[in-house]
């Protein structure tokens, strides 16, 4: 049977992106550098385009290890998508910079791994595609060039070489016990050490504990629209393929992780004064509700569409966010103190990307907690939907905290520069659309996600 490489065209395209961008910019000169965003803006556009093709074909199973089914296209849209809303503030920040064809091309690097981590069907591949999602990020932390850049970047990269070394040892036990690597050839009688081993290097990626002290020292030291990157977009790939891996069938240890990370997330947001740190623990605790639904795979049938649901909408809502703090460029939620007076349109994006982490009506976070409460429920964990509710609520009040000043006569330190503000208004209406339109994206007829290969993608490409 003869595999159809075209079946990947998406991911080639990410490839091939961020490969022509790197030749493209051995031969323009520093001043002509935007060309390779240019060239990599049309990659991801392109890729999600693919993507809506692709959608319309029989789920399959590429060279008989990468999925190709409807999680694995709902990642590449909402990589694509995400990564191209951040390309702009990426351009803003990095112009005139020595390496700036580096960044365009490093985030495509980051965004196709974050691809290949949904769609791994064999454990090989979700190395790979760890290894992929990682190493550029890790290079892009650094690239502030200051203390508190080089320091997040280091953490981020030990944090991740260890947990990285844990995963690829569970693998190797798995490989003993399993005799393969294949999803399809795992099951509940794999060792639980090795169970553990594997998710810790998932759990690292998508933000979740035991693997999450990274995310707010990489908020805050990372620039702006990296930091935006690396707390969204990697934990698109990371939940898909921990969705995938339910076949190792741990729904009480995941529910406790998910416990754990919500509940960790809201506590340390608090009392933050940090904004970028304060959205970095607001990352973690957003991983904790994305958490429930994996836990509850195999449980309820409303984990599935919770998790894709969720996914989408965090990642637009999210980057919203972190996209009034880059062009605003404060910090601190004193400095917020009159923006809605300085600046009307970038008050208006914070407040409902803000009220649309809460989970605020019509924000499209509503519609994905509201079904990750409905899966914990249905799934026999109930205390999960409460605690998850509890947590909800008390996300509240930090949120509020940033909102109020706001809305606050008086001077604050800055106001949005040069009406840059339009690619946050742009994403805080994604979030409204998103949520408006839930009805019609919900009924979606194929939501059944492959846990292995065998049933419904075992049609394969080319035949």
């Given at each position: 049977?003869?595999?159809?490489?075209?079946?990947?065209?998406?991911?080639?395209?990410?490839?091939?992106?961020?490969?022509?961008?790197?030749?493209?910019?051995?031969?323009?000169?520093?001043?002509?550098?935007?060309?390779?965003?240019?060239?990599?803006?049309?990659?991801?556009?392109?890729?999600?385009?693919?993507?809506?093709?692709?959608?319309?074909?029989?789920?399959?199973?590429?060279?008989?290890?990468?999925?190709?089914?409807?999680?694995?296209?709902?990642?590449?849209?909402?990589?694509?998508?995400?990564?191209?809303?951040?390309?702009?503030?990426?351009?803003?920040?990095?112009?005139?910079?020595?390496?700036?064809?580096?960044?365009?091309?490093?985030?495509?690097?980051?965004?196709?791994?974050?691809?290949?981590?949904?769609?791994?069907?064999?454990?090989?591949?979700?190395?790979?595609?760890?290894?992929?999602?990682?190493?550029?990020?890790?290079?892009?932390?650094?690239?502030?060039?200051?203390?508190?850049?080089?320091?997040?970047?280091?953490?981020?990269?030990?944090?991740?070489?260890?947990?990285?070394?844990?995963?690829?040892?569970?693998?190797?036990?798995?490989?003993?016990?399993?005799?393969?690597?294949?999803?399809?050839?795992?099951?509940?009688?794999?060792?639980?050490?090795?169970?553990?081993?594997?998710?810790?290097?998932?759990?690292?990626?998508?933000?979740?504990?035991?693997?999450?002290?990274?995310?707010?020292?990489?908020?805050?030291?990372?620039?702006?629209?990296?930091?935006?990157?690396?707390?969204?977009?990697?934990?698109?790939?990371?939940?898909?393929?921990?969705?995938?891996?339910?076949?190792?069938?741990?729904?009480?240890?995941?529910?406790?992780?998910?416990?754990?990370?919500?509940?960790?997330?809201?506590?340390?947001?608090?009392?933050?004064?940090?904004?970028?740190?304060?959205?970095?623990?607001?990352?973690?605790?957003?991983?904790?509700?994305?958490?429930?639904?994996?836990?509850?795979?195999?449980?309820?049938?409303?984990?599935?569409?919770?998790?894709?649901?969720?996914?989408?909408?965090?990642?637009?809502?999210?980057?919203?966010?972190?996209?009034?703090?880059?062009?605003?460029?404060?910090?601190?939620?004193?400095?917020?103190?009159?923006?809605?007076?300085?600046?009307?349109?970038?008050?208006?994006?914070?407040?409902?990307?803000?009220?649309?982490?809460?989970?605020?009506?019509?924000?499209?976070?509503?519609?994905?907690?509201?079904?990750?409460?409905?899966?914990?429920?249905?799934?026999?964990?109930?205390?999960?939907?409460?605690?998850?509710?509890?947590?909800?609520?008390?996300?509240?009040?930090?949120?509020?905290?940033?909102?109020?000043?706001?809305?606050?006569?008086?001077?604050?330190?800055?106001?949005?520069?040069?009406?840059?503000?339009?690619?946050?208004?742009?994403?805080?209406?994604?979030?409204?659309?998103l949520g408006i339109a839930s009805g019609l994206l919900l009924v979606i007829p194929s939501w059944g996600i492959n846990r292995g290969g065998s049933d419904a993608t075992s049609h394969r490409s080319g035949t």
């Amino acid at each position: 049977m003869n595999e159809n490489p075209l079946d990947l065209l998406p991911e080639l395209l990410l490839l091939g992106g961020a490969v022509l961008g790197l030749l493209a910019g051995i031969f323009a000169g520093r001043e002509r550098q935007g060309v390779v965003a240019w060239i990599c803006g049309v990659a991801l556009a392109g890729s999600a385009m693919a993507t809506g093709f692709a959608m319309k074909n029989p789920e399959m199973m590429a060279f008989d290890a990468y999925a190709v089914d409807l999680p694995t296209n709902v990642a590449r849209i909402t990589v694509a998508l995400g990564t191209l809303l951040l390309l702009p503030l990426a351009r803003n920040w990095a112009r005139g910079a020595k390496r700036e064809t580096e960044v365009y091309a490093l985030l495509l690097l980051a965004a196709l791994g974050a691809v290949l981590l949904a769609g791994a069907a064999d454990l090989l591949v979700l190395v790979a595609a760890y290894l992929l999602a990682g190493i550029p990020s890790y290079a892009l932390a650094g690239f502030a060039r200051d203390a508190p850049g080089t320091e997040a970047a280091l953490k981020y990269y030990l944090m991740g070489a260890f947990l990285g070394v844990l995963m690829l040892a569970g693998v190797t036990l798995i490989l003993g016990t399993a005799g393969g690597t294949a999803y399809d050839l795992l099951d509940g009688s794999v060792p639980v050490a090795a169970t553990v081993m594997l998710l810790a290097g998932l759990l690292f990626k998508a933000g979740g504990v035991p693997g999450h002290f990274w995310v707010p020292d990489v908020a805050e030291g990372a620039s702006r629209p990296i930091a935006a990157f690396v707390t969204t977009v990697p934990k698109i790939g990371a939940f898909v393929a921990l969705f995938r891996l339910s076949v190792l069938d741990q729904p009480l240890l995941l529910a406790v992780l998910a416990a754990a990370t919500m509940t960790l997330g809201n506590l340390a947001a608090f009392y933050q004064d940090n904004v970028r740190r304060l959205l970095g623990y607001s990352t973690i605790s957003q991983a904790g509700y994305l958490l429930v639904p994996v836990a509850m795979a195999g449980l309820s049938d409303l984990a599935e569409p919770a998790l894709l649901f969720y996914l989408a909408a965090y990642a637009v809502t999210n980057i919203g966010a972190f996209a009034v703090v880059a062009v605003t460029g404060l910090d601190r939620i004193a400095d917020y103190r009159g923006l809605a007076g300085r600046s009307p349109w970038a008050a208006f994006a914070l407040v409902v990307c803000l009220l649309g982490l809460v989970g605020t009506p019509p924000a499209a976070v509503f519609v994905g907690k509201v079904l990750m409460f409905g899966a914990a429920w249905d799934g026999g964990y109930a205390w999960l939907a409460v605690l998850a509710a509890v947590n909800t609520l008390a996300s509240l009040f930090y949120y509020l905290r940033w909102i109020r000043p706001v809305f606050t006569a008086g001077a604050g330190a800055g106001t949005a520069r040069g009406g840059r503000w339009g690619l946050a208004v742009v994403a805080a209406g994604l979030s409204i659309v998103l949520g408006i339109a839930s009805g019609l994206l919900l009924v979606i007829p194929s939501w059944g996600i492959n846990r292995g290969g065998s049933d419904a993608t075992s049609h394969r490409s080319g035949t």
